[in-house]
């Protein structure tokens, strides 16, 4: 398809829960970025991948993230034992390298 | 480290007026993006530059590679232009497409009927 799907929508989770979230690429696009906005306009970088290898994982706080892109299956990012600090919105974007990106809708996680 | 700087943060208009958001960094770079995002929260990419001028409708996206400067203008401007409008970079200090890209913190574009 022609959009970048993420689910879910919205994600609540207690504090030290585990949260998932999933993120369905543009077929065709070999690259993939996950990105963390805090309050309203602070995007953060966590990791990108090209097909299904990580590219560039310098943004990921890794003793808590981790994020996988397997062949035939959606993309993930996996929080475990999440933080208040974590509660953000969450978009996927995938491109080609000459092409713009397409975005996702994006994943709200409210940690509680 | 790259910095991502825009100007203003904050703008509103009267419909019909030419708008102007400016975006500047401070690294090389391979592509800049302009991006909107609407307060329902979904981000579009509205362009993205590696030179030169881009034209899609009312909008004009320009950049100056030499000066790290980049313009997004809007022609005609309507209320339904409200939106933030965001400048991201791609460094070029490092190879392929799957560089991360670095944002700026957005103007935030009121437009009044």
């Known amino acids: 398809g022609e959009e970048v799907a993420q689910t879910p929508k919205h994600l609540v989770r207690g504090e030290g829960q585990k949260a998932k979230l999933y993120c369905a690429p543009i077929k065709g696009h070999s690259y993939v970025f996950w990105y963390q906005q805090v309050l309203k306009n602070e995007f953060k970088f966590l990791i990108s991948?090209?097909?299904?290898?990580?590219?560039?994982e310098t943004g990921m706080p890794k003793e808590r993230f981790s994020a996988k892109c397997l062949p035939n299956s959606p993309c993930s990012l996996e929080i475990q034992a999440t933080k208040l600090e974590d509660s953000a919105v969450y978009f996927c974007?995938?491109?080609?390298?000459?092409?713009?990106?397409?975005f996702g809708s994006g994943t709200r996680l409210t940690v509680v | 480290k790259n910095e991502v700087e825009q100007s203003p943060q904050n703008l509103t208009a009267q419909e019909g007026e030419f708008i102007t958001i400016n975006c500047s960094y401070s690294?090389?770079?391979?592509?800049l993006h302009w991006l909107q995002q609407h307060p329902g929260g979904g981000i579009v990419s509205l362009f993205m530059?590696?030179?030169g001028k881009k034209k899609h409708g009312r909008l004009i996206a320009t950049i100056n590679i030499q000066e790290k400067h980049s313009s997004l203008h809007i022609t005609a401007s309507h209320p339904r232009d409200s939106a933030v409008y965001i400048c991201a970079v791609r460094p070029s200090y490092s190879g392929g497409g799957a560089d991360g890209l670095t944002f700026g913190k957005g103007t935030h574009l009121i437009i009044q009927p």
């Open positions: 974007a995938s491109s080609q390298t000459n092409y713009g990106y397409t």
């Open positions: 530059l590696s030179s």
């Open positions: 690294v090389g770079i391979s592509a």
């Open positions: 991948f090209q097909n299904e290898n990580v590219f560039d």
